[in-house]
DNA sequence: GGGACGGTTCGGTGCCGGCCGAACCGTCGG
DNA sequence: CCGACGGTTCGGCCGGCACCGAACCGTCCC
């Protein structure tokens, strides 16, 4: 037996529990949590919560972050939200919400979200698509920004050049959207941009969740920048 | 709790045993097993083996095909590959090998092997720089075959061109090589090449393992259509 | 037909791990 | 200083599952 399984069985192990499965979904959103706050979304008691996050956190999974009585943790690298998306893609679309609370929510989702650091939903198949037909993104052999691309991200987009020139993760990632079933741009470009667009104003956190929304400024930010429409 | 936590954790634990990791890892060299050779290969009994290739096939990850008294079973997918490769690359390399016959078998799957379905090892990673350095691979944001790269696919390289037209899975993706520590070209391009090299006779199993050697008429057709050298 | 062989089914066993509640520790705020 | 609160540790319970051997079923070949 090839000295890997044990290794591959333990990583697999980490999500092989619902409720340490349901706590990594949650951190997707790309934020940190409490221990407290994951242990009500997943609906154990505080003890098992505790336990199953020492476990993710000593498997590489999930690191944290310690301040005062607080104990944060979210996922510990991109590449753990990676992994998490594409198994999540080979699952399926959940199936569909019922109830007006989960269906408003849901609608919500689906027009705009954050998937762990870039933009998900409408609002990110837009601004894929935009960026493809403008030649900024080239889908046809893999996901890859082009020299425009890059230039354009540097340039119009408002991104540091630093960020690009010894990249530690791939600079366009392709991430199956599960609510448009279509992929959409992650990877290094996918964060900044969503970063950037947050930072400006042009999208804002609907409450507390993973769910956005354009704001007017971003509506003619987005309009100007690629000719986005229709999204607020 | 979402309900995609209790898929996640479904097919996370598929992967959460030794013994199935085993039999997955195994399959990675892209080819049909026995049921009773991957009972051997994991060190359990036939019986136990069958429990669990039922689970993995029901799973969704492996694929069967019945021949008189033989079951061989195969990863499902390409998808699968790719996942396996994915949670692999989390796991960092192996250990160094230790033992006169381990050692050789080390050296010669580091020379050369097939990763599911496309080249790896040094072989590998020599054709995906070679490919890069001639600008049909583009490396710099993401990991994508060139306008240049698909006419040397479809041309010089001697692939079909329908294959390449509405192609249903990625047609570069980059896979992190846990011998040479660099990422090599996977997706549909990757498998093609690999398939034609073997027809060609370029490219021979060693023995029934994924080891692979670069045969004399290899070497001059590599070095001919690529500039590679030094790999025999 | 009969033996060899690959694969499956079925009980039975033992262990691992997920869960909880209660007690406890450290931080924060009045 | 004390109560409230977030988090942790510990003991104990319970279910699930990985494993095996023995019996059984089909296929292949002599």
Same mark, same amino acid.
């Given at each position: 037996?090839?000295?890997?399984?044990?290794?591959?069985?333990? #990583?697999?192990?980490?999500?092989?529990?619902?409720?340490?499965?349901?706590?990594?979904?949650?951190?997707?959103?790309?934020?940190?949590?409490?221990?407290?706050?994951?242990?009500?979304?997943?609906?154990?008691?505080?003890?098992?919560?505790?336990?199953?996050?020492?476990?993710?956190?000593?498997?590489?999974?999930?690191?944290?972050?310690?301040?005062?009585?607080?104990?944060?943790?979210?996922?510990?690298?991109?590449?753990?939200?990676?992994?998490?998306?594409?198994?999540?893609?080979?699952?399926?679309?959940?199936?569909?919400?019922?109830? #007006?609370?989960? /269906?408003?929510?849901?609608?919500?989702?689906?027009?705009?979200?954050?998937?762990?650091?870039?933009?998900?939903?409408?609002?990110?198949?837009?601004?894929?698509?935009?960026?493809?037909?403008?030649?900024?993104?080239?889908?046809?052999?893999?996901?890859? /920004?082009?020299?425009?691309?890059?230039?354009?991200?540097?340039?119009?987009?408002? #991104?540091?050049?630093?960020?690009?020139?010894?990249?530690?993760?791939?600079?366009?990632?392709?991430?199956?959207?599960?609510?448009?079933?279509?992929?959409?741009?992650?990877?290094?470009?996918?964060?900044?941009?969503?970063?950037?667009?947050?930072?400006?104003?042009?999208?804002?956190?609907?409450?507390?969740?993973?769910? /956005?929304?354009?704001?007017?400024?971003?509506?003619?930010?987005?309009?100007?920048?690629?000719?986005?429409?229709?999204?607020?």
């Amino acid at each position: 037996m090839s000295t890997g399984a044990k290794d591959l069985a333990a #990583l697999a192990a980490l999500l092989a529990d619902e409720t340490r499965a349901a706590m990594c979904l949650a951190l997707l959103d790309g934020r940190a949590w409490t221990a407290g706050e994951l242990a009500a979304h997943a609906g154990v008691a505080r003890s098992t919560a505790t336990e199953h996050l020492h476990r993710l956190t000593e498997g590489g999974l999930l690191a944290e972050e310690r301040q005062g009585r607080h104990r944060y943790l979210r996922l510990a690298d991109p590449s753990v939200a990676g992994l998490l998306e594409d198994m999540a893609a080979r699952l399926g679309p959940a199936r569909p919400a019922t109830g #007006l609370r989960a /269906v408003t929510a849901a609608a919500a989702l689906q027009r705009g979200r954050t998937c762990y650091d870039h933009l998900a939903g409408r609002l990110g198949v837009a601004l894929t698509d935009a960026m493809t037909t403008r030649g900024l993104l080239d889908q046809r052999g893999g996901f890859a /920004v082009t020299e425009a691309g890059l230039a354009w991200l540097t340039g119009p987009a408002g #991104l540091e050049p630093a960020a690009f020139e010894r990249p530690k993760r791939p600079i366009a990632r392709a991430c199956l959207d599960w609510t448009e079933r279509r992929p959409h741009l992650a990877g290094l470009a996918g964060a900044r941009l969503c970063e950037r667009f947050l930072a400006l104003g042009w999208v804002a956190r609907i409450g507390s969740g993973r769910a /956005v929304r354009v704001t007017p400024a971003g509506s003619r930010g987005l309009r100007d920048l690629l000719g986005i429409e229709g999204l607020d």
